[in-house]
């Protein structure tokens, strides 16, 4: 019986004999070749990736076909039927890229056991340990990474003349809403209150002097522009604003990352 063994072998990373492998990256470029010399040499890549262009650079019927180009996450099957003088045997290895997000396992179609699996490192329980595998790592990540819903209060009124600290936003936090809430309005035309990062706050310009309009209304803002570790600040320009009281809630994210 022919014995095939396929090697396969990326730039600056350790070549590997008839074994699987999980170290590729999107970018690396693979070539594949087999050990022994045989008479008949067939080559396919049995599975790709949904969405993978990645092809053999050379011809499949030699006893290398090339190289191909991982260009998405998953696994990559090779197929190759070998003959020689002894006869002719086919062999599978899976060349898999992990998820660059969580190092997940994406399995090929036909990976499970069955009528029509690929018998490629298969065991009755293989498939099984990879999803499980999988669900302890988002399992591990959602709890690493789960965010908390964390409620500002800030009271404002015409004193408060410079920047005023509302909350700190970290680069993976958000800001989902912001409520303002009026209890007595400014009396000046000129008065201005600006939420937000100081790169791009969102402003309320209360352009007339009224006590019915403003007064115990509530005004819903989302801040979008909060893109690194900053500050949610309060800023009213008061001129000669004399009243004028409220205050502020902040609807936050909070990362444990």
Known sequence: MAIATIQSSIPTKPTVNGLSREDLEIGDVVTVDSLTTGTLYS????????GSTAAFSGSPVTKSPGTFTVDIEGSY???FQFTDSSGT?????????????GQLKLVAAGETPGVLNIPV????????????????????????TRPSLISTRFDFD????????????????AVVKVFIHFEQAFDDAAAIIEIG???DPDRFVLSTDTNTNTTNKYEVVTI??????????????MGASTQGSGFILVLTHKSYS
């Open 43 to 50: 080559w396919s890549l049995a599975y790709t990736p949904e």
């Open 77 to 79: 099957l090779i197929r």
């Open 89 to 101: 045997t086919e062999q599978f290895v899976r060349l898999r890229a992990l998820t660059s997000y």
């Open 121 to 144: 490192d298969i065991t009755n329980v293989g498939w099984a340990d990879n999803q499980n595998y999988n669900l302890n790592k988002l399992l591990s990540l959602i709890q690493s």
């Open 158 to 173: 015409y004193t408060v003349v410079t920047p005023q600290n509302i909350v700190s936003v970290s680069q993976n936090d």
């Open 197 to 199: 990062d100081s790169i």
């Open 224 to 237: 979008d522009s909060i893109s690194s570790n900053t500050n949610v600040t309060f800023t009213p320009s």
